[in-house]
């Protein structure tokens, strides 16, 4: 599968090892003077190392990696006693990272490691609201809005006053920039819609979006299309979401997104329900279609 993760670039790094004691995942070691990626499974590709290299050595590529492996880190760090466990319990809970934050306490509690008090703690304490990622762009930061607490003193999304409220749960939704290992995803199910849909109907969130994980895409002017597909294919394989919607425009253009679902299926081998909705471009709609 495609996904984020780290990668060193070995003529700047200088072997400084700043980098270890910051990837909590046991990731990296310091081999032959250089710091090296061991596993791809211990990378959650979320980069917190990043900023503690001076040599700016390390940064997020994309590219074909295992899937990430929660219990197999945790099964790692036990040994490292419990101030590694705390660290790394922190990291996933800075990062929203709700799901993988789960498998870690349910590996604690499972393997009666006594980490009672400081799992608490974790679960109380009130996640960080900075979530610009490594790569310094904020606008790619992944978010959970069902799971996201809300500071003290703060307004919840839910409480705003509003004539139509929003049925996003999550963020981002540009299919480029979504990690298909996201743990929204998991089980889902999936509304995948042109970029252009949401603009033509008023009550597209209610009609669409309400209880569905979102990922918007052109199959005209985007580009990657396999980068699309291996994604689509990971969600379906890996992350096991339940069906999915495609909403595409009434133009010939938009059929595309039905194309990749389907491309999709059969590299992960395995069939879904899938739904394709043909609106107008007055949002109007055309046709609805169950093809699995």
């Not at 990291?91 to 306490?105: C, D, I, R, S």
């Not at 069902?146 to 703060?154: H, I, K, W």
């Not at 992960?268 to 739904?275: E, H, L, Q, S």
Request: with cysteine; hydrophobic share 35%; glycine share 6%.
């Amino acid at each position: 599968m495609k996904r984020n993760i780290i990668h060193i670039d070995e003529v700047t790094c200088n072997g400084c090892g700043l980098c270890i004691p910051n990837c909590h995942e046991g990731a990296l070691q310091i081999i032959d003077g250089k710091a090296r990626l061991i596993s791809d499974l211990f990378c959650d590709g979320l980069g917190a190392c990043i900023g503690h290299c001076p040599q700016e050595a390390i940064t997020i590529e994309e590219r074909e990696a295992e899937p990430y492996n929660e219990r197999l880190v945790m099964e790692r760090i036990a040994a490292q006693g419990r101030n590694t466990i705390l660290a790394h319990l922190a990291h996933l809970k800075e990062h929203n990272e709700q799901v993988y934050l789960k498998e870690a306490v349910d590996y604690i509690l499972e393997n009666n490691i006594d980490m009672s008090e400081p799992i608490r703690n974790i679960r109380m304490e009130e996640p960080s609201h900075d979530h610009t990622p490594a790569c310094g762009c904020s606008g790619s930061a992944m978010q959970d809005f069902l799971n996201t607490e809300t500071l003290q003193g703060e307004t919840k999304a839910s409480d705003v006053v509003t004539e139509t409220p929003s049925e996003l749960t999550h963020w981002p939704i540009q299919l480029h920039l979504l990690n298909p290992a996201a743990g929204y995803l998991r089980e889902s199910d999936l509304l995948l819609a042109s970029d252009c849909s949401s603009f033509t109907m008023g009550n597209f969130h209610q009609r669409f979006i309400r209880g569905k994980t979102l990922a918007i895409a052109c199959p005209k002017l985007d580009q990657g299309k396999d980068i699309y597909i291996d994604k689509l294919a990971s969600m379906i394989r890996d992350s096991k979401v339940k069906s999915i919607t495609v909403v595409m425009m009434e133009v010939p253009c938009c059929g595309g997104l039905s194309t990749l679902v389907q491309q999709a299926m059969q590299k992960a081998g395995r069939t879904i329900p899938v739904k394709d909705v043909i609106m107008s471009i007055r949002g109007d709609i055309l046709k609805e279609m169950i093809r699995n």
